[in-house]
Every structure is written in structure tokens, then in C-alpha cells.
């Protein structure tokens, strides 16, 4: 994934920068037709087992509802990218985030398209202190046909 230069304000930890990154390396790998680079057992453990992932208005709780959402809509998925643009912090620390970015996108017999995207990330401490999401929402363009 590219972090634009800037992305980040001071106040996002190292881990959670850490954690951040590794989510968008292993969602831009899911369009990956190779099992070494596609992991996605590794993306649903970044959440907690009860954990809400959100995408183009479509809700899955736990990692099972993850798992199978993800391979599924993103088995015609050729390539992706998710240029991160900027992460906000809410609340009384790093672990309430807002960010804004872009992604590239390109399906069989198409032209790559560029979308907008935003997402909102709720961050808890795991077992022996690993942060793992709670709840991610990833809102695209409305007018992306997975928004409607």
C-alpha cells in the first residue's frame, strides 16, 4: 500500500501506524492469484473474533463472516491499491481513526478506476497487548456499484 507522505498526524502511535499498514497490505493482497501473498486467514485475525467489518454498506461480524465476504468479493478483483491519504484521530487517543484515501481497482477485461474511499477504525488492546480492530467501516463513492 502507498502512505502518502503526510498521512499521519503525530498523535497515531507506532503500533497502530503498524497495524494500519499491515490491514491495507493484506486487503491490496487478497486480489492476489497467489496463496503466498494472499492471506486472508491473516487479515481477519487483525480483528477480535466478535469483530464488525463494514464494507460498501455490507456488515459481516466475525471472523468466519469476514473470511468468506472477502474471498467472495474479491475473487474477480485482478489488482488493487489503496493509497492511504490522511488519518484523523477522534476521541481521547489513537485508537478512534478516520482516514481517507483512494483505490485502484481493475476486474477482468476492464480499465483500472480510480474511487474514493473512507474508513473509520475502532482499535482494542488483544491478548498480551496486540491491537486488533473491534469495528472497521470502509464507505466507497455512492456511486460505486458496490454501494448500491
Known sequence: MTILPGAFPETV???????????YRL??????????DKDEQR?????????????????????????????????????RDHPLVKVYTFGANDLELLALGQV?????????????????????????GKLLFTHVQIILNPHHPNEK
Open 13 to 23: 502511535t507506532e503500533p497502530v501506524r503498524e497495524l494500519l499498514e499491515e490491514f
Open 27 to 36: 486487503s491490496n493482497a487478497a486480489s492476489s492469484h497467489t496463496p503466498h
Open 43 to 79: 487479515f481477519v485475525s487483525l480483528f477480535t473474533p466478535d469483530g464488525v467489518y463494514e464494507f460498501a454498506g455490507k456488515k459481516q461480524v466475525g471472523h468466519d463472516a469476514i473470511l468468506a465476504f472477502r474471498e467472495q468479493l474479491f475473487a474477480n478483483v485482478e489488482h
Open 104 to 128: 485502484v481497482y481493475q476486474e477482468p477485461g476492464e480499465e483500472p478506476h480510480l474511487e474514493e474511499w473512507a474508513g473509520r477504525y475502532s482499535i482494542v488492546p488483544g491478548p498480551a
